[in-house]
């Protein structure tokens, strides 16, 4: 199979579609199925894989769809979605992106609604004008098919991976102390949940914080800056901590030591923020929104989503579990990570790719 993957995003890719590339590309480009692959990214990101063979940059995105061509592959893949084009050649999609799909964009500012709104019809467009598609979640393919009259032989659910499935039990370092979130600081977030419920509790545990990590996202200053508001307001400044964008190693520790990890988010496909939370983390509550529920299962305990006084109650109830309490929890997570395996997702992807091609 003579494969091209096509990644023409807006000139930067994501720390977690970096981690995409990193993990499944090596093992793509390995199966023997695959008698020729190039992988073609923004110029500006190429020097991360100037030493890997099989990755080009895009210099010229008016000539690339001649370029690609000129390839002959049997098949393109395009993980990203930037832009669509009929090619006459089997062209498969993945869709990876809710937000536009499923958020309300209440707390989206102008501009970014205007985006969502166009990033929505170019994920409709692209699944059908698209010979295939590879949805990240059950959640992800349900919504394909019910909402853009998708026939299902056409989807294909093939989760991301992880790099282990191995779960530790670090009881020495579990602090009942801190309780955790992480990820990109934007409204479909939903970081006022946890800051309310917060409040409610504050009083009854003088010792908790509020660990608060992830960048801000261009565009969003204006929601952070609400919260910031929302937490002064409060007198939560001295008690709630910001990271910000803070490196894997730390990010690994905070998990371990915090004693409840914590999931506000409206729109989510594959969250790789849920599958480190049960690798690492110890206690998990989470929006009972999908696909949370398809990710966690019976790991985490759920509240409904926009009601921090069931958040609060939820939280005070996993903040009394103890150190035997989250064995069983453990075994849980154990057991659904051996669901997420990069070799499987890959293996899968290029069966996925051959079924299209052959059709």
Same mark, same amino acid.
Request: net charge positive.
């Given at each position: 199979?003579?494969? &091209?993957?096509? !990644?023409?995003?807006?000139?930067?890719?994501?720390?977690?579609?970096?981690?995409?590339?990193?993990?499944?590309?090596?093992? %793509?480009?390995?199966?023997p199925?695959?008698?020729?692959?190039?992988? #073609?990214?923004?110029?500006a990101?190429? !020097?991360?894989?100037?030493?890997n063979?099989?990755?080009?940059?895009?210099?010229?995105k008016?000539k690339?769809? $001649?370029?690609?061509?000129?390839?002959k592959? @049997?098949?393109?893949f395009?993980?990203?979605?930037?832009?669509t084009?009929?090619?006459?050649i089997p062209?498969?999609?993945?869709?990876?992106?809710?937000?536009?799909?499923?958020?309300?964009?209440?707390?989206?500012?102008?501009?970014?609604?205007?985006k969502?709104?166009?990033?929505?019809i170019?994920?409709?467009?692209?699944?059908?004008?698209?010979?295939?598609?590879?949805?990240?979640?059950n959640?992800?393919?349900?919504?394909?098919? $019910?909402?853009?009259?998708?026939?299902?032989?056409?989807?294909?659910?093939?989760?991301?991976?992880i790099?282990?499935?191995?779960?530790?039990?670090?009881?020495?370092?579990?602090?009942?102390?801190?309780?955790?979130?992480?990820?990109?600081?934007?409204?479909?977030?939903g970081?006022?949940?946890?800051?309310?419920?917060?409040?409610?509790?504050?009083?009854k545990y003088?010792?908790?914080?509020?660990?608060? /990590?992830?960048?801000?996202?261009?565009?969003?200053f204006?929601?952070?800056h609400?919260?910031?508001?929302?937490?002064?307001?409060?007198?939560l400044?001295?008690?709630?901590?910001?990271?910000?964008?803070?490196e894997?190693?730390?990010?690994?520790?905070?998990?371990?030591?915090?004693?409840?990890?914590?999931?506000?988010?409206? /729109?989510?496909?594959?969250?790789?923020?849920?599958l480190?939370?049960m690798?690492?983390?110890?206690?998990?509550?989470?929006?009972? !929104?999908?696909?949370?529920?398809e990710?966690?299962?019976?790991? /985490?305990?759920?509240?409904c989503?926009?009601?921090?006084? @069931?958040l609060?109650?939820?939280?005070?109830k996993? %903040?009394?579990l !103890?150190?035997s309490?989250?064995?069983?929890?453990?075994?849980?997570?154990?057991n $659904?990570?051996?669901?997420?395996?990069?070799?499987?997702? /890959?293996?899968k992807? &290029?069966? #996925?790719?051959?079924?299209?091609?052959?059709?």
């Amino acid at each position: 199979m003579k494969l &091209v993957v096509l !990644n023409n995003t807006s000139g930067f890719i994501s720390g977690g579609y970096q981690k995409y590339l990193d993990n499944i590309m090596p093992r %793509i480009a390995n199966n023997p199925k695959i008698s020729s692959l190039r992988i #073609f990214v923004p110029e500006a990101i190429i !020097n991360s894989y100037r030493n890997n063979k099989y990755y080009y940059p895009i210099i010229n995105k008016r000539k690339l769809i $001649n370029e690609i061509l000129g390839l002959k592959p @049997d098949v393109v893949f395009c993980p990203t979605l930037q832009f669509t084009y009929k090619w006459p050649i089997p062209f498969v999609i993945m869709i990876r992106n809710m937000e536009p799909l499923v958020y309300d964009n209440k707390f989206n500012p102008i501009k970014e609604k205007i985006k969502n709104y166009g990033r929505k019809i170019l994920s409709k467009n692209a699944c059908l004008q698209s010979d295939g598609i590879i949805a990240v979640s059950n959640h992800v393919k349900d919504y394909i098919i $019910n909402n853009f009259n998708v026939e299902k032989d056409k989807v294909a659910k093939i989760y991301h991976g992880i790099d282990k499935s191995s779960v530790a039990f670090t009881p020495d370092s579990l602090s009942g102390n801190k309780i955790f979130t992480a990820g990109s600081i934007r409204p479909a977030r939903g970081l006022e949940d946890l800051i309310l419920a917060f409040s409610l509790i504050k009083n009854k545990y003088p010792r908790l914080r509020l660990l608060i /990590a992830g960048k801000v996202e261009p565009g969003m200053f204006h929601y952070k800056h609400n919260l910031e508001k929302l937490i002064e307001n409060k007198n939560l400044t001295k008690r709630i901590i910001w990271l910000d964008n803070i490196e894997k190693d730390e990010m690994i520790k905070l998990f371990k030591s915090s004693k409840v990890f914590i999931m506000t988010s409206r /729109a989510e496909a594959c969250p790789n923020i849920a599958l480190e939370a049960m690798k690492y983390g110890n206690y998990i509550i989470s929006t009972d !929104n999908q696909p949370m529920p398809e990710f966690f299962g019976k790991g /985490a305990t759920y509240y409904c989503a926009k009601n921090h006084y @069931d958040l609060a109650t939820k939280l005070e109830k996993t %903040i009394s579990l !103890n150190k035997s309490d989250l064995l069983k929890y453990k075994r849980i997570y154990k057991n $659904n990570l051996n669901r997420f395996s990069w070799d499987r997702s /890959a293996n899968k992807t &290029v069966s #996925f790719l051959e079924q299209v091609i052959k059709r």
